[in-house]
């Protein structure tokens, strides 16, 4: 079974943001990466954010606030960074406190910074199959390793475990876009194993530590982990039982060094698009 790094996507998108900042005179675009409390997951995704951004030669600067903050401070502190010329993208941490309508956020963060596409105007893009909204960095970044490593979606069984807003639901459309065939499975499925195994192109996005093994892959199919889940042991692991897998599937990702790395890398270049130094 062939792995596929993210480290080797993520260099390939690397250099063509740095070929693109190289051809643009003046300062690199910011992001602002909006926190709202100390979570463990969201200061290490912040933390790799902000690695990825100077990695790669852009800005990225922090907003945090507490905890409690009020939704209506919040409001009135998003407003400024919203509002800020200087910000050329913004990632937001989700999901936000109770006290805060994340709903109203989405609607008011300005859709050409909106770069993890939580805009209702650029959910609208992605399900109308416009590229040029922002989908969510997640869902593009698997399409970008199938891409980069040169497996064709045109006319393939595609099967998506997992409908999240975020993942599953967003990479059915950019699938679709891709002219895949999409089935989207969820805790209602009736025959998950089989839905699984019929796919050429297998994306596990559930949450769930290695719920899928061996016995849901069809022979020769790609594998796609979305899942950064913790095991009983507290390791870090994916959706798939990557083991079991091994003489199934002709690819796979694995967990850690999977989509992670892609999805800040995706994140990076549509920093450059809301900047509009790359298409
Ligand atoms: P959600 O919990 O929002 O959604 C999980 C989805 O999986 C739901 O649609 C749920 O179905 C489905 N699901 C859960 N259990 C099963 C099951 N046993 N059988 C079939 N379907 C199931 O998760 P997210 O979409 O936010 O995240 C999914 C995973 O991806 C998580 O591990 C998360 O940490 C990871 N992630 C990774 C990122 C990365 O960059 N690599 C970024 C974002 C997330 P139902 O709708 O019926 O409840």
């Known amino acids: 079974m062939e792995i596929l790094k993210g480290a080797d996507v993520s260099a390939k998108i690397k250099s063509q943001v740095r070929e693109a900042l190289a051809g643009c005179p003046g300062q690199p675009p910011k992001l602002a990466i909006v926190r709202v409390g100390e979570k463990p997951d969201d200061l290490s995704y912040e933390r790799n954010a902000r690695k990825k951004m100077e ?27 919203n509002e800020d010329p200087d910000v050329a993208g913004i990632l937001l941490l989700l999901p936000l406190p109770k006290q805060i309508s994340q709903a109203d956020i989405a609607q008011m963060i300005d859709p050409a910074k909106d770069l993890d596409g939580i805009s209702p105007v650029n959910m609208a893009k992605v399900f109308a199959g416009d ?66 195994r019929g796919a050429e192109i297998l994306v596990a996005a559930a949450g769930r530590a290695r719920m899928l093994d061996g016995g849901y892959v069809g022979d020769g ?58 298409r």
């Open 131 to 196: 590229a040029a909204g922002f989908a969510p960095c997640t869902a593009e970044a698997v399409v970008e390793i199938l891409k980069a490593n040169g497996i064709p979606i045109t006319g393939k069984r595609v099967t998506i475990v997992g409908r999240s807003l975020v993942v599953g639901k967003p990479l059915a459309m950019l699938m679709l876009r891709e002219n895949a065939t999409v089935t989207v499975c969820h805790t209602k499925t009736a025959d998950l194993k089989g839905a699984c």
């Open 221 to 278: 199919a790609v594998v796609i982990d979305v899942g950064i889940n913790a095991d009983a042991d507290g390791k870090l692991c994916g959706d798939v039982d990557f083991e079991s897998i091994c003489g199934k599937a002709a690819m796979a990702t694995p967990v850690p060094g999977g989509v992670g790395a892609v999805t800040t890398a995706v994140l990076a270049k549509h920093l450059m698009r809301a900047a509009g130094m790359m």
């Open 55 to 81: 990695a790669f030669g852009l800005r990225a600067q922090s907003y945090a606030y507490p905890a409690d903050i009020s939704d209506c401070d919040f409001k009135e502190a998003f407003r400024t960074v």
